[in-house]
């Protein structure tokens, strides 16, 4: 977590592409949240929810900071899964912090503003990119199961697809202005 942090100071903008995938096993009666997936430069973070309403309070202050853009698509489900979560410090005795991520933004959202087109909210990620002069394609292949541990390149290239491609949508709209 540090190391990312870190690279996000090196960046020109403060953008983060998120994603969350969710999933649920034979024994859950709703889709749960399994997979956070973060993208800012070169870097992406995989964290593994493993059912755990409990983040370490570096992610907890990391999602909660108002300078850094948070990006996805589906935001609403995302930024409210989020806030759900809190983060366990012991100082003496145990207390609770909420994630409070303020500034996830739709990435849909923000081209149909800054590219003034209120049409394009709406439009899948592949067609976004395409508003702002990139060529971006779907990934291709089965969708994994996010209840395993272990996931082959294919499978990871898939999952951080939409965080990544949030991010460069988004660090390149913020380029226009």
Not at 88 to 117: D, N, R
Request: with cysteine; net charge positive; proline share 1%.
């Amino acid at each position: 977590m540090e190391e990312f942090k870190s690279s996000l100071r090196t960046l020109q903008r403060r953008v983060v592409g998120v994603d969350i995938k969710f999933g649920k096993t034979a024994s859950e009666r709703y889709s749960t949240a399994k997979i956070l997936l973060l993208c800012a430069g070169t870097r992406c973070l995989i964290i593994q929810l493993l059912n755990s309403l409990l983040f370490s309070e570096t992610l907890v202050k990391f999602l909660s900071d108002e300078t850094i853009c948070f990006l996805g698509t589906g935001m609403s489900r995302i930024v409210g899964e989020l806030n759900q979560r809190n983060g366990q410090f012991t100082k003496g005795s145990s207390c609770y912090t909420y994630v409070e991520c303020k500034t996830g933004v739709g990435v849909g959202y923000l081209a149909a503003k800054i590219l003034k087109k209120a049409y394009i909210e709406k439009k899948r990620l592949a067609e976004l990119a395409g508003e702002v002069g990139m060529d971006i394609k779907q990934p291709i292949g089965e969708c994994p199961d996010w209840n395993v541990t272990v996931f082959s390149d294919e499978e990871i290239k898939y999952a951080m697809h939409n965080s990544y491609t949030s991010y460069v949508i988004g660090n390149k709209l913020f380029g226009m202005i």
